[in-house]
């Protein structure tokens, strides 16, 4: 079944060729096809177009199919192009021209960018969640190891005193400004495009402030025709938001496997964790890390593959877009999936104690010596100066004990204020409104 077909039916390699993987990521939508149509159906009733009895039955069915959804007894005929066309298939052989009449003052065009909208706010609410959990073991660890030293690096050289306090939290708050970004993606994706149509409107009395209430939107894609070209772009830029995430884990993943090594050794993984070399019985490789690195950077080429493959698309709906999908939805559970497995590793991570005790550390307490003779009134260039001679001679005392004590140093790490970041950003979220909406239109 095609929405579009009249007597003339595409040739079997056409039809093959543009439908390619779409019903696989269709599957992933069909529950906010249904919860679309129950608000458009509702909505075409205030509208003279479906009378009360009409509605009744179409929601009635809509919410069978919704339930068979979630019990995964849901499929999509083989002979059938997508989802829209599945579910009024069922409609209409369950209730015939009644069915018939749900696709009335709307596109495919709009009921995918409906579709696609619920889709991504409904995924980014789940990673914000997973977001929350890694961050508040994060803080767990900055706090339970607040007093641990570890060498510092610039350059992948040796800097300065860092702690594991800092490390774990220097993360964390990373975090937020990923979940600031998360929200800005979430604002773009909570607007309603549904009654855009093919992108030219309706010439039908429609109600876009009802389906836009019913859904939970916090707005209106007021023009039409820039609805349609929200798709694309609405996609980039949630792209970009979970590709921030990414970032941090990869660079976190990237410090463990460097920590990990017998050369730094400042962390250990028990042995379950990690897994051996087939020729070397001592290894205890971090695979997982690597692995989610691996993974996390290639969700940071998302917004690039989703720009170019929308580069040069003028105004309107074009067959592009539906490869979208393809690239972007199984980002989401990968993205979790690392989330739950850095989880896993950092929760049962070992800490080695007294790193900074060895000698070999020493020039990470050159500063410390230098701002030491800046409190005793040397100006700080003759006595930067004066502990650089010292390194070059061969002279140079140190004391490994430090005591740093403004916002966000080892001695003031700034923990709660970072927690009341993330709260607010959180709470920013309307996550109740939504699934209250939702909760009335399945119930």
Not at 8 to 31: C, Y
Not at 238 to 254: G, H, K, P
Not at 339 to 361: H, R, T
Request: proline share 3%.
């Amino acid at each position: 079944m095609k929405l579009w077909e009249k007597n003339t039916k595409s040739l079997k390699e056409v039809e093959n060729f543009t439908v390619g993987n779409d019903r696989k990521f269709d599957l992933m939508l069909a529950p906010f096809d249904v919860l679309g149509s129950i608000a458009h159906v509702i909505m075409l009733e205030t509208a003279g177009l479906l009378t009360t009895e009409e509605k009744d039955l179409l929601i009635k069915e809509l919410r069978t199919v919704y339930t068979s959804i979630h019990n995964s007894l849901f499929t999509i005929h083989p002979d059938v192009e997508d989802i829209h066309s599945q579910v009024e298939l069922l409609l209409t052989q369950k209730l015939g021209d009644v069915g018939k009449k749900i696709h009335s003052a709307r596109s495919r065009n709009d009921q995918v960018l409906a579709d696609i909208k619920l889709f991504l706010r409904n995924e980014l609410e789940g990673l914000v969640k997973s977001i929350q959990q890694l961050f508040e073991l994060l803080q767990s660890q900055s706090e339970k190891y607040k007093d641990h030293l570890l060498p510092g690096y610039t350059h992948l050289q040796l800097a300065m005193p860092s702690s594991f306090g800092l490390w774990f939290g220097a993360y964390a708050e990373s975090l937020v400004d990923d979940v600031i970004t998360a929200k800005a993606a979430f604002d773009v994706v909570n607007k309603n495009p549904l009654g855009s149509a093919a992108g030219y409107g309706s010439s039908f009395p429609i109600d876009r402030t009802l389906t836009t209430k019913l859904l939970g939107f916090d707005d209106l894609n007021y023009n039409v025709v820039y609805a349609q070209m929200n798709r694309g772009k609405a996609e980039r830029i949630v792209a970009q938001a979970i590709s921030n995430v990414a970032d941090t884990l990869a660079r976190l993943s990237m410090d463990a496997c460097l920590y990990l090594n017998q050369n730094f050794g400042f962390i250990s993984f028990p042995a379950e964790l990690t897994t051996g070399s087939s020729i070397m019985p001592h290894k205890k490789n971090p695979d997982v890390f690597e692995l989610i690195r691996s993974h996390c950077n290639r969700i940071k080429a998302l917004p690039n593959e989703i720009m170019l493959m929308t580069t040069n698309l003028p105004s309107g709906y074009h067959r592009d877009l539906q490869l979208l999908k393809e690239h972007l939805f199984p980002a989401f559970k990968t993205l979790k999936d690392c989330i739950e497995m850095a989880g896993l590793l950092l929760s049962n991570v070992e800490i080695k104690k007294n790193i900074l005790v060895d000698e070999k550390y020493k020039y990470l307490f050159s500063v410390e010596e230098v701002n030491k003779l800046v409190n005793a009134g040397m100006p700080f260039r003759d006595a930067y100066k004066k502990v650089g001679i010292d390194i070059e001679a061969g002279k140079f005392n140190y004391d490994n004990s430090v005591h740093h004590t403004h916002e966000g140093s080892i001695g003031n790490l700034c923990n709660e204020e970072i927690k009341k970041q993330m709260r607010n950003v959180v709470d920013s979220f309307p996550f109740a409104s939504v699934q209250a909406a939702i909760n009335n239109l399945i119930n």
